[in-house]
Structures are given as structure tokens and as C-alpha cells.
């Protein structure tokens, strides 16, 4: 099992920039497929963007264009770099490890490892 850790959450104005990090351990995280969630409350979890073994990235609709998702095999590190926050973009955020690489984005059943989560907050 990967273990994970988030960190870099935290109360920014709309506009500005956030950079979360995860950090694994765990020998199967090269080989693993990572995501990123959130979940604001009340509302369902919703599938971020994601990363491949093999670096393929994906992004759904609300994050596009203004997030980045990248890994860093050798620090066993995976980022999500947001910018131009908005409000809604307020939740808990969430990195999962999967074992396998799936057809759909944020397919939560098929993460196996989950982070504590991090907070980010957007005010206007």
C-alpha cells in the first residue's frame, strides 16, 4: 500500500496561486497512477486531474487551463499547481494512488491509497 501525504493547502485570494504537494512511500508509487480530488462540503467528490506511470496527463473541466498536475518519481512527490483561483474552487483536496491507470477521470472507487487531504480556501 502507498501512504500519502498532502500538503501546501491554505487561504488565498481569488486570482492567486497555490502549489499542493503529495508525498508517497511505498514502493509501488512509480509504477502507480495518481489523482487529484476534492471535495467541498456537501457536495460529491470530484475527479481533479490525474497522472499516469507514464506521465499522461488529464484534466477535467473545471481545472483546465489553470492546473497542473506533475510527478517527481525520484522525490516520490506528486504537485498539482493551480492558478487564477476562484471561489469554487474552495474544498478539501485529495491525492490517491490507483494501481491501475483508468478509462474515466475521477474514478474514485478505483484509488486504493488516499491522502489526508489539505484544505484550500479562495475568498473573493
Known amino acids: 500500500q502507498v501512504q500519502l501525504v498532502e500538503s501546501g493547502g491554505g487561504s488565498v485570494q481569488a486570482g492567486g496561486s497555490l502549489r499542493l504537494s503529495c508525498q508517497a512511500s511505498?514502493?509501488?508509487?512509480?509504477?502507480?497512477?495518481m489523482a487529484w480530488f476534492r471535495q467541498a462540503p456537501g457536495k460529491e467528490r470530484e475527479g481533479v486531474a490525474d497522472?499516469?506511470?507514464?506521465?499522461?496527463?488529464r484534466y477535467g473541466d473545471s481545472g483546465k487551463g489553470r492546473f497542473t498536475i506533475s510527478r517527481d518519481n525520484a522525490k516520490n512527490t506528486l504537485y498539482l499547481q493551480m492558478n487564477r483561483l476562484k471561489p469554487e474552487d474552495t474544498a478539501m483536496y485529495y491525492c490517491?494512488?490507483?494501481?491501475?491507470?483508468?478509462?474515466?477521470?475521477?474514478?474514485?472507487?478505483?484509488?486504493?491509497?488516499w491522502g489526508q487531504g489539505t484544505q484550500v480556501t479562495v475568498s473573493s
Open positions: 497522472i499516469d506511470s507514464d506521465g499522461r496527463t
Open positions: 490517491a494512488a490507483s494501481r491501475f491507470s483508468w478509462t474515466v477521470l475521477g474514478y474514485a472507487p478505483g484509488y486504493n491509497s
Open positions: 511505498g514502493y509501488t508509487y512509480s509504477t502507480d497512477s
